[in-house]
């Protein structure tokens, strides 16, 4: 005969509703607070049977008043979701802009100024390193160059780090670094420069 499952006891449910405005790197600190708060108290530990009365040298047994540690009441686990004070914004650092390098003839012919135009950063860099390499046969190049070129093509110049998209290309196999800080354009870097010229 099957036992019948009926009701033994209550339950108490506790439901708090907030409404903060928090900084989106604070959300998974309060999420983890309500999710802790959500779990409810750890159910109280099981008492331990006391302890056997020991006698006394009469063999009376002794009485000892010791508070029994699991008496005290539980209370409610407070939660604080304040979210912590926000940290102040790293501001990038922005690299000087690199020095005009003199020696570059940028009028004689083919001008400088017949690469063509291109819109990335990207593009740009490779057409002035495939221009340098093959018509003022400079085969090591650094931001420096970079600069120049932008700068003798009007070029907009606010890039942060003109190493920076150097150091992109050479990661995508473009170029080469022979030491640091400088770089060598490749076949590949040459195949893509022309590919992008006749686009």
Not at 62 to 83: G, I, K, M, S, Y
């Amino acid at each position: 005969m099957a036992k019948s499952s009926k009701p033994t006891g209550t339950s108490r449910i506790k439901f708090i509703m907030f409404d903060a405005e928090i900084a989106d790197d604070q959300i998974p600190m309060v999420t983890q607070a309500i999710t802790n708060a959500l779990r409810g108290p750890n159910p109280a530990p099981k008492r331990l049977p006391p302890a056997a009365s020991q006698l006394n040298g009469n063999d009376a047994a002794e009485e000892h008043d010791e508070p029994d540690l699991f008496d005290a009441l539980e209370e409610d686990e407070t939660v604080d979701v304040t979210p912590a004070a926000q940290k102040k914004k790293v501001q990038r650092r922005v690299a000087p802009k690199p020095q005009v390098v003199n020696e570059v003839d940028v009028t004689s012919d083919p001008p400088l100024s017949s690469i063509g135009t291109f819109k990335s950063n990207h593009k740009r860099y490779l057409a002035i390193a495939a221009w340098l390499h093959d018509h003022r046969s400079i085969e090591v190049i650094d931001e420096r160059h970079i600069y120049t070129c932008y700068r003798h093509l009007g070029w907009p110049t606010n890039i942060n780090d003109f190493a920076q998209p150097l150091r992109e290309l050479k990661h995508k196999q473009y170029f080469e670094s022979p030491e640091t800080g400088k770089y060598a354009i490749n076949q590949l870097g040459l195949a893509k420069a022309k590919e992008s010229s006749a686009t």
